[in-house]
Nanobody, 122 residues
Framework: QVQLEESGGGLVQPGGSLRLSCAASGNTFSFYAMGWYRQPPGKQRELVTDMTSDGSTNYGDSVKGRFTISRDNTKNTVYLQMNSLKPEDTAVYYC????????????????WGQGTQVTVSS
């Protein structure tokens, strides 16, 4: 089992910045990828960004150039730096952890954090 603790959400004005953190604990030795998803009000959950164990990253089109994912391997923590925030970035942001379920990593297991609210408003 992997436990995820998210932090850093809040209220910010348009154009501002926030940094989210997601710390993983428990059985983290089988790490495969971590990332962030978000769910705006009344909409489906969508990918923000993710990072695999080899450092490869993937970003949703709406956040490219504004958001940056990074990871501190010593702390099993992933960060989401969000700059130039827009009202449409308002959402609950969820951390996702993907672990290998076997040694060959042919199957994976997903864990989700409880979510942190980000509100962009003047």
């Amino acid at each position: 089992q992997v436990q995820l603790e998210e932090s850093g959400g809040g209220l910010v004005q348009p154009g501002g910045s926030l940094r989210l953190s997601c710390a993983a604990s428990g059985n983290t030795f089988s790490f495969y990828a971590m990332g962030w998803y978000r769910q705006p009000p009344g909409k489906q959950r969508e990918l923000v960004t993710d990072m695999t164990s080899d450092g490869s990253t993937n970003y949703g089109d709406s956040v490219k150039g504004r958001f940056t994912i990074s990871r501190d391997n010593t702390k099993n923590t992933v960060y989401l730096q969000m700059n130039s925030l827009k009202p449409e970035d308002t959402a609950v942001y969820y951390c996702k952890y993907i672990a290998c379920a076997n040694s060959a990593c042919t199957h994976t297991v997903q864990y989700w954090g409880q979510g942190t609210q980000v509100t962009v408003s003047s």
